[in-house]
């Protein structure tokens, strides 16, 4: 028979087990370091700096209002892991840190629908050897993955007291802990928050011994005074660390509750504070002596950011999306998600397991509800579920004041999540044969280890690596041949051939290179415009979508540059609009005042390269009062709507209005006219110009477009009173008027391939 979760493990499996489940956090941690380049891990930067500081032989640094150290806000944190990362990367020569922390102006920090710009340092994409700053970075991240396998140790001495002996739950619990992507991701990087983390899972799991004693079997003294170290190791941790007062307290009373004895609970008092202040108290003091104030918060607050605007239902709910996101799997500087269906999908998981544990607990008690108690695995269970309540409780509290919310400050409640969520899910799956047991739990696990392989396989690489040069154009792609100050040539251009709405985003490729090496970093303008040069969608960055500086290239080598241009600017309904791509380059400190573009001959030319269909969202609500009308030209143009004053003076300006829709795609380009004629057919006004005006051309109409025409007609001062006719038609924009486009059928009068619209009287 297959083992079930409710089968023993036999300990040589279980000590196997547990082993794989670490082997696969440290590969997985060790792939994320491999993948994300130096500082792409949140703040990792700024604890870097912190700990180099500290490594120098500094003392510890006062913090201003300005962060004036490129620790910047980390310089209020608790200092022991920078303390001992200091002390592991003492003998490395970091001096080259700065040519390393160049940082990226157009990063899209916590912006992960954003496609580009994910790179927070300008040179990620370029390998780095493993020397100096880089290596002492690297040093901390294996520091902090040491830490990741000691909590996956705590995690499983944790959950063996929720579970029977030998139950293959606890190395369950541990595997789902190593596969989630954010934890790899977390403790592969250069953060206090993997010290922290190790320190909470370790003070839970010796509180979670403690609830499992029996009422008979007292605890030691010197239980209570490690419970004291740990929490003055986690205080002197992260200022997240003094959480852990809340459950240390509890457990307290409730120890003294137990033993009826109130001596037993100062006792218990004197135990875990005198250890705790001793280790961690000098720098509580310290920050009041600084700062006048016990925890530096708002010191910090001063520098990350203080909530100003009031919270709304809408913005909280927002906040713990991203709290979630980011405590599964939100790479990067928060800005590069999973597939959204991914989140989803756990949620759903998450919520299966808390009503899995829900029936279970009612089940429980229905069974035992006379003279209940609860035993120890019940108890400890109880236990990580406050933990996990008071550590929520405590980000929602934060997030009234402070302005991120992150996953990873979650980590300390690991234990209490896998433990819990394993035992929810292990309860459904009592519904299930014993032999599809312990696979059915298997499957998020494994499921959470796919997410990592495919953020690290494609989306890493994708946020990372630079575009790659290409021997010559592709075909599709239209030489253009354009230089700009001499520096860099755009070599040639690929646009997309179909239409795209308001909200979505046009792609297009730019084939670049530069003559000469360039020691300067500039800046690429992107833009598509509208017929009156407004910008409807712009991408301002350095070229790779930040992740290919002009610094780095090489001469004579072309560059495939990729890009997708947000439509987000303002798009009138009148017709659908041929944007132009507009392509040039600037110096960062110079953005409004680009380069000029010259051609091959050395002659100025224009940087609008191509052109982009865009179709309106919708036609203007004022077509709602234009008379119908039904007049059928060749080539497909139909008129089926006018409006025009019935009534007007003389010196007036008369605003006509025409609604055309193409039938099918017209074969050339026309030119349509208004015309006011006297009763002997003279012209007295007109405006003769294409339905589109300068917009849309009627070559590229598509069968289905409407486009509204508005011209206004300017009526002569001497015009005298009467009865005027209003005529209109079309004609080949090449004839010049000299041949019109003949009308089909009509249910207005027509006469010399014109239409009349109707007559206007001059008062």
């Given amino acids: 028979m297959r083992p079930s979760p409710r089968d023993p493990l036999h300990p040589r499996a279980e000590r196997a087990a547990l082993g794989a489940a670490i082997l696969l956090f440290v590969a997985l941690g060790v792939w994320y370091n491999l993948a994300a380049p130096p500082f792409e891990k949140p703040d990792e930067v700024y604890h870097y700096a912190f700990a180099r500081h500290l490594a120098q032989g500094n003392p510890l640094p006062v913090q201003t209002a300005e962060a004036d150290g490129p620790w910047l806000h980390e310089g209020t944190q608790a200092p022991l892991y920078y303390f001992l990362l200091g002390r592991l990367t003492a003998g490395i020569d970091q001096s080259d840190f700065d040519r ?94 993997s010290l922290v983390t190790v320190v909470s899972l370790a003070g839970i799991y010796w509180l979670a011994r403690l609830v499992a004693r029996d009422a008979d079997a007292p605890a030691a003294w010197w239980e209570w005074s490690v419970l004291g170290l740990l929490l003055g190791l986690a205080a002197l941790s992260k200022l997240q660390g003094l959480a852990l007062l809340a459950p240390a307290g509890l457990v307290a009373l409730w120890t003294a509750w137990r033993r009826r004895s109130w001596r037993l609970l100062v006792s218990i008092a004197v135990l875990t504070v005198v250890p705790a202040v001793a280790v961690a108290g000098w720098w509580y003091w310290r920050n009041y002596v600084l700062y006048g104030e016990w925890l530096a918060a708002n010191r910090l607050l001063t520098i990350t950011g203080l909530r100003t605007a009031p919270r709304t239902w809408r913005g909280f709910v927002g906040e713990m999306n991203g709290l979630r996101y980011s405590f599964w799997g939100l790479f990067g500087w928060f800005n590069i998600p999973l597939p ?161 709405h308001p909200g979505e985003a046009a792609p297009v490729t730019l084939y670049l290179a530069a003559p000469r090496k360039l020691s300067e970093n500039l800046f690429l303008i992107l833009q598509l415009l509208d017929e009156d040069g407004r910008t409807i969608g712009n991408i301002t960055t350095h070229p790779g979508w930040g992740r290919l500086p002009t610094s780095l290239w090489e001469p004579g080598r072309i560059y495939e540059d990729r890009y997708l241009i947000p439509i987000d600017g303002p798009i009138d309904g009148r017709s659908p609009l041929r944007a132009a791509v507009y392509v040039t380059f600037a110096r960062p400190d110079a953005i409004s005042t680009p380069f000029q573009a010259y051609d091959e001959d050395g002659a100025p030319a224009s940087p609008m390269v191509g052109q982009v269909d865009i179709a309106p969202a919708r036609l203007p609500a004022r077509t709602d009062d234009l008379l119908p009308v039904d007049v059928t030209f060749d080539d497909g143009i139909r008129l089926i709507g006018r409006r025009a004053p019935a009534a007007a003076g003389a010196g007036d300006e008369l605003p006509v209005a025409l609604l055309w829709e193409a039938q099918a795609a017209p074969q050339q380009d026309y030119t349509a006219f208004v015309h006011l004629l006297d009763a002997n057919g003279a012209r007295l006004a007109g405006f003769d110009e294409p339905p589109a005006a300068n917009r849309y051309p009627t070559r590229f109409w598509r069968p289905g477009d409407r486009v509204l025409s508005e011209v206004v007609l300017a009526l002569p001062a001497d015009l005298p009173a009467g009865a005027y006719e209003l005529w209109a038609g079309l004609y080949p924009s090449a004839s010049a008027g000299a041949v019109r486009l003949p009308v089909v059928a009509s249910d207005q009068p027509v006469q010399d391939q014109g239409v009349l619209l109707g007559t206007v009287t001059i008062r």
């Avoid at 922390?101 to 927070?120: E, F, H, I, M």
């Avoid at 050897?129 to 909590?151: I, T």
């Avoid at 063996?160 to 403790?187: D, E």
């Fill in 100 to 193: 390393l922390n160049v940082q990226n102006p157009q990063v899209n920090l916590g912006v992960p629908l954003s496609p580009g710009n994910k790179n927070l340092m300008l040179y990620s994409s370029q390998p780095l050897p493993l020397r100096g700053a880089n290596l002492a970075m690297h040093v901390g991240r294996w520091f902090s993955l040491a830490l990741g396998c000691l909590g996956l140790l705590l995690i499983y001495l944790t959950a063996r007291l929720a579970f029977p002996p030998r139950s293959p739950l606890p190395v369950l619990a541990v595997f789902l802990v190593a596969a989630i992507p954010q934890v790899a991701f977390i403790f592969s990087s250069v953060s206090n928050d």
């Fill in 340 to 500: 959204g269906w991914v989140y989803k999908t756990l949620d759903g998981v998450t919520f299966i397991a808390l009503g899995g544990l829900i029936v279970s607990g009612v089940r429980t008690r229905w069974r035992q509800r006379r003279g209940w108690s609860a035993g120890p695995t019940t108890r400890v269970r109880l236990f990580l579920g406050l933990w996990a309540v008071i550590l929520v409780a405590f980000m929602v509290y934060w997030s009234t004041f402070a302005t991120s919310s992150q996953g990873r400050l979650l980590f300390p409640m690991l234990s209490a999540f896998a433990t819990l969520l394993v035992a929810g899910l292990n309860d459904w799956a009592g519904l299930l044969p014993r032999a599809w047991r312990l696979p059915a739990l298997g499957i998020l696990p494994a499921a959470l280890v796919a997410c990592s392989l495919y953020s690290l396989l494609v989306l890493l690489p994708a946020a990372y690596r630079a575009p790659v040069a290409v021997a010559e154009l592709p075909v599709g792609a239209q030489e253009t041949q354009l230089t700009y100050d001499g520096r860099v040539t755009l070599v040639g251009i690929a646009l997309p051939e179909g239409r795209f």
